[in-house]
């Protein structure tokens, strides 16, 4: 409570819940590329991550609260900046000043609006107007392959989850250098190293989780 009610310790609680957040982006990255393994490969992780239902739940009650949290955070961040006086961004006058840091809020909302919309499609499985394959594979299981391939087959699909990953990219961009900044790490001698991991994590995440719209749309991974 005391770290959320100075303007420090907010920025601190960001940091920390967009590290988290960041966690769980690599792990289900290295979950989702399973799908280039073909039917056998998601589908046989699909059930084994439902088959831990406690790791399941605990991890989503995680992150909903670190989502709940930044979001939060970060709307009052912005209205406070914009009420500030000049002085108030003496704590990030070491960042430059870029076309991702500028949009935070933006490239942050349109990712709060992603998230929603993606639980619905593929978690809870029902989006007004939109036909979710559902069944089960020659093995039993619940086909996630098929559902993710059928989806992607539609251009408006693919590229509300394309530019979904542009955001992404942006926001992590400047987030992650940002993230060390607000938890006191960075110096002149940091941030070169700082940046570059900022940068090559989020270019990662661009190419890993926008191959499989595309990979699917143009036909390279099929049924
Ligand atoms: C091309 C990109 C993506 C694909 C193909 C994809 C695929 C999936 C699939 C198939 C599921 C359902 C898993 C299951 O129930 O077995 C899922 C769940 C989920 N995804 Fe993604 N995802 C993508 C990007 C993202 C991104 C960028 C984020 C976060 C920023 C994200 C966050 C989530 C969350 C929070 C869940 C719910 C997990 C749960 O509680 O069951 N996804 N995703």
Redesign the pocket.
Known sequence: MRLLSDSIGRKVVMAITGLL?VL??VG??L??LS?FAGPNG?NAY?EK??GLPQV??A??VV?LTA?ALHIVLSIRLTLENRAAKPTAYAVDRRLRVTFAGKNMIWTGLL?GG??AF??L???VRSVPGLDIVQGLDGHGR?D?FS??VA??GHVVTAVV??V??AA?FLHLSHGIQSTFQSLGLNNAKTMPGFLKFGSVLSVI?LLG?????VAIFFGLIAK
């Open positions: 957040m769980f982006v289900h990255l979950g989702n799908i998601i699909a991550l439902h399941v739940w991890t989503r992150m989502v990712l992603f998230i993606h639980l499609h593929f978690t619940f996630v559902m993710v989806a992607f989850y394309v979904a990953m992404l995440f989780y926008g191959s499989i719209p």
